[in-house]
C-alpha cells in the first residue's frame, strides 16, 4: 500500500510540474506525505529531506503557518544528530533541529512535540559540547 500511495504523490508532483501549476495545498501536503513516507517507510534520509524542504519552501509561499513542517524538519534533524559521529556535523544539524523547532514554535508556542524535541536538541547540544571542548593542559 505504501508503494502504491508513494506513486500517487509523485504523480500529483510530476503533474504539478508538468503542467506548470501554481503550488497549492495538495502540493504542500504531497511533498509533506511523500517525506514522511521516504523518511519512515522508505529510509530514505536524503529523498526525505528534500520532500520536506519543498514542502517548507511550499509552505512559506503559501503563508500556511503549520508548525507541523518546522517539527517534522527539527525531528528529522535532531535524529540524524544524535547518530552522528563528526562533532561538527553534529553541531551542525544540531543547530538546523533548533532553528526548524523554534520555527514552528514561532507559530504555535504551545506546540507540545516541538517542545520536548527541543529540551533533547537542547541536551545533545550539552553533552556534545561537554565531549568535544579541549581540556585546559595541567
Known amino acids: 500500500k505504501y508503494d502504491d500511495a508513494r506513486k500517487i504523490f509523485e504523480q500529483i508532483i510530476a503533474r504539478y510540474a508538468g503542467e506548470k501549476r501554481t503550488p497549492d495545498r495538495t502540493l504542500y501536503y504531497s511533498f509533506f506525505s511523500l517525506g514522511l513516507m521516504e523518511d519512515y517507510q522508505y529510509g530514505d534520509p536524503k529523498a526525505a529531506e528534500r520532500d520536506y524542504t519543498q514542502a517548507e519552501q511550499i509552505g512559506d509561499a503559501l503563508n500556511l503557518k503549520d508548525p ?7 525531528y528529522f534533524y535532531y535524529r540524524q544528530a544524535r547518530a552522528e559521529q563528526d562533532p561538527s556535523r ?7 533541529a533548533r532553528s526548524h523547532l523554534k520555527r514552528a514554535l ?3 508556542p504551545k506546540f507540545g512535540k516541538s517542545l520536548v524535541t ?5 541536551q545533545l547540544d550539552t553533552a556534545t559540547k561537554v565531549t568535544t571542548t579541549p581540556k585546559p593542559a595541567a
Open 90 to 96: 553534529r553541531r551542525t544539524l544540531i543547530d538546523d
Open 106 to 108: 514561532d507559530i504555535d
Open 118 to 122: 527541543l529540551q533533547g536538541v537542547e
Open 68 to 74: 507541523n513542517i518546522g517539527n517534522t524538519l527539527g
